[in-house]
């Protein structure tokens, strides 16, 4: 027998809410760069990779001050209600301010800072 297992990762999910959340290629970006500021942090393991996703998509959308931070259709496709995502969220928003305030990730920030990814590391909210 040749099972093939495979567990769903953020990536997987990213793609999906980036979709449904319809983000434009910047805010895919910097929903991919809050994502990798979680990879080196322990405490982050406590959610989900789902979980993380839909949090990302809620703290990108405040953060570029969309009519609606957590879109009907995110509720639909995550089963999850905004208040479900906020302490995920906020958790996420003390990551990205580390980074800037350069507290560490500096090779994701370094990475997030090229062109190719939408320079969403040098963005001021």
């Not at 350069?102 to 590391?121: D, L, P, Y």
Request: glycine share 2%; aromatic share 10%.
């Amino acid at each position: 027998l040749q099972f093939v297992l495979c567990v769903p990762t953020v990536a997987h999910f990213l793609e999906r809410y980036a979709r449904v959340n319809d983000c434009a290629e910047q805010e895919r970006f910097l929903m991919q760069y809050i994502l990798e500021l979680t990879l080196p942090e322990y405490r982050m393991i406590k959610y989900s990779p789902s979980q993380l996703a839909a949090a990302a998509a809620y703290l990108c959308n405040k953060l570029l001050k969309r009519p609606e931070a957590w879109p009907p259709a995110m509720i639909v496709e995550t089963q999850r209600p905004a208040l479900a995502v906020k302490k995920c969220a906020k958790e996420l928003c003390e990551l990205l301010e580390a980074a800037r305030e350069e507290r560490g990730h500096q090779a994701v920030k370094r990475k997030f800072s090229q062109r190719k990814f939408g320079e969403v590391a040098k963005m001021v909210f």
